[in-house]
């Protein structure tokens, strides 16, 4: 089996959502005022230890045997994005959401001749040329499709509290506390890519047109769902790949609520949020035998059981204010044979706690790889005990209903952390149980770019 690697040749991503705040006229009291938001996509780099204190592991999704990490690129990935939001609450349902409340839109892809969510599969986006639809996350083009000012009222918090940091629980924030995030887009995703096979650098998995698209939906269902079958990976030109997803959309909860204070209003102070992901170890590509007779591939290379394995982009948003940075904390920690786990915890440099307000996890390979492994660590809420400042901060990552997932992995030093088994595999034997593993402090590096 031989297993390639994905990366972008930059290591790592940000949307910044810039908000300039402004009196509103009429404000009902000093309750609302107007802000003008810009959601502005930066793909930048991200300055990282990782590379010279990893010890030989490559800093993107790689197996096997390791290849050459320069030549590896992610050269589009285009999303259908319909709507950009900040919502104060909503009804958390199994993976999605329901319920939104309090909410503000900093950008919107929808009209009356917008396709129907359900019925809109990867046929139907292969056929879509409608401009403006798909969105490059990777281009300049496309980030300046997402460069839209827009000026919308606000609910003001009344001081300067922005709820407990530790609040993850569905807690009630002050008035004019946002603490979700929402980015809704379609399932069907376009994707461009090379993947070199490790061990032999001359060799590459490329993601090739569809050849024929795969009726998968269960019986029953609600929507419909299909797997591609996509052209030879091993040899030909690279091309656009477009493939579907069970599910469409990100949801992430803020530790620390977002919000827009009088005093930011009085000062007209402009604020920024970047939304974080990193794009290293963001896909992977490997061998399996018979990928076309079964539906959990969704992209898959009949002629040389290749899958393609592209997940859901999870972005996570870290607000901060003139002259502040968004920094990240890297671990590395002892994952399955051949592999460790990336981990990564976002936060605005001015914040004395430096609570975290953005999580990435990502699996990374060595050269004794044997196997392609998938990253079961949940991080859709997050909490922490005790501080950075008495070195005793030890932080615990959630599922979406709140259950711990990884705990005890304590900030800025190295230590062991317990998994707690969420699903059964190669990780963990059991479901229910726990597994204790090592990890690394690599290092903090700057996110921001500004």
Not at 25 to 49: E, L
Not at 402 to 420: F, I
Not at 427 to 434: K, N, R, V
Request: hydrophobic fraction near 35%; proline fraction near 5%; include cysteine.
């Amino acid at each position: 089996m031989r297993v390639g690697t994905s990366s972008v040749g930059r290591s790592g991503s940000l949307f910044g959502w810039f908000v300039m705040a402004s009196v509103a006229a009429g404000c009902g009291g000093g309750n609302t005022a107007k802000i003008r938001m810009t959601p502005n996509v930066i793909a930048g780099a991200q300055a990282s230890a990782l590379a010279s204190a990893a010890g030989g592991l490559t800093a993107q999704r790689s197996a096997i045997r390791v290849g050459s990490p320069s030549a590896m690129d992610l050269k589009s990935l285009k999303y259908y994005i319909s709507s950009i939001q900040l919502c104060q609450d909503v009804t958390a349902m199994g993976s999605g959401y329901s319920n939104a409340q309090g909410c503000i839109e900093l950008y919107q892809n929808q009209g009356d001749g917008s396709p129907d969510y359900n019925t809109y599969d990867a046929t139907a986006a292969m056929a879509d040329t409608t401009p403006g639809r798909y969105v490059d996350l990777m281009t300049e083009e496309g980030q300046a499709t997402l460069r839209k000012p827009v000026t919308l009222d606000v609910q003001v918090a009344p001081n300067s509290d922005g709820g407990d940091a530790n609040d993850t629980d569905g807690g009630t924030s002050p008035a004019g506390a946002y603490r979700f995030g929402l980015i809704n887009f379609y399932r069907p995703i376009k994707v461009t890519a090379e993947f070199p096979v490790l061990g032999q650098p001359d060799q590459h998995f490329r993601t090739r047109a569809v050849q024929q698209v795969v009726d998968t939906t269960p019986t029953g269902a609600q929507f419909n769902s299909e797997q591609v079958l996509i052209g030879d990976t091993l040899s030909g030109p690279t091309e656009e790949t477009t493939y579907m997803l069970n599910n469409g959309g990100a949801l992430f909860t803020f530790q620390k609520p977002f919000v827009v204070t009088q005093a930011d209003v009085d000062a007209q102070a402009e604020i920024k949020i970047d939304l974080v992901f990193n794009p290293d170890s963001f896909g992977q590509a490997y061998e399996s035998a018979g990928c076309g007779s079964g539906q959990y591939a969704a992209i898959c290379d009949p002629a040389n059981n290749v899958v393609v394995d592209m997940p859901y982009v999870r972005m996570n948003p870290v607000p901060r204010k003139s002259g502040e940075k968004t920094r990240k904390e890297t671990y590395l920690m002892d994952y399955e044979d051949g592999a460790k786990l990336r981990i990564e915890l976002y936060y605005n440099d001015a914040d004395p706690e430096a609570g975290v307000q953005g999580v990435d996890a990502a699996v990374v390979y060595d050269a004794s790889a044997v196997m392609p492994h998938n990253n079961v660590i949940a991080s859709n809420y997050v909490s922490q005990a005790g501080s950075v400042l008495t070195n005793d901060a030890a932080v615990t990552l959630m599922d979406y209903q709140h259950t711990p997932n990884l705990e005890g992995l304590v900030r800025r030093q190295d230590g062991t952390a317990t998994v707690h088994c969420l699903f059964a595999g190669s990780l963990c034997p059991t479901t229910g149980g726990t597994v204790m593993r090592a990890y690394t402090y690599v290092g903090d590096s700057i996110v921001s770019n500004d």
